[in-house]
């Protein structure tokens, strides 16, 4: 129920003056409104009135914090679903390529540099080619 109705049904049911009737009813609101609503000048209409607004701006805080925490959820999900597809795209292509240099038995380096290659990991069957011209 919101600040000016409570209000309305407090005054309703009892007897007791604006001042103490406005302590009673501050009692009864959240501690966030409660302080904001404490500063304002005037009867307990315009308190009530006050308290309203809070709550309203309490209320649409609440809802664009619950929409945030939806997207964020939607963000994770969608970060696992690319990390998911991106490692199984890995995972073929590391298999193509192994499988590929399990069946010529050349190492990565003279793959890549051939004759160049400094380095060579074994077991590697690379041969060099044969030089017609004899350098």
Known sequence: MKPTQLLKKMK?????????????WLQRLPVRVRTIVA?????????AKVADK???VYEIKNEI???????????NNLIIQL????????RY???WRSSSAKRDN??????????RSTKCVQPCQYKPPQ???GN
């Not at 500063?39 to 308190?47: K, P, T």
């Open 12 to 24: 309703a049911s009892s007897q007791l003056g604006d001042d103490v009737l406005k302590l009673l």
């Open 39 to 47: 500063a304002v000048e005037g009867d307990s209409v315009q308190y």
């Open 54 to 56: 809070v709550f309203e």
């Open 65 to 75: 914090k619950k929409e945030i925490d939806e997207l964020k959820v939607m963000v």
């Open 83 to 90: 990390g998911k597809g991106g490692r199984s795209n890995d």
């Open 93 to 95: 292509r590391g298999k």
């Open 106 to 115: 050349i190492c990565f380096y003279h793959r890549r540099f051939k004759k």
């Open 131 to 133: 030089n017609s011209a």
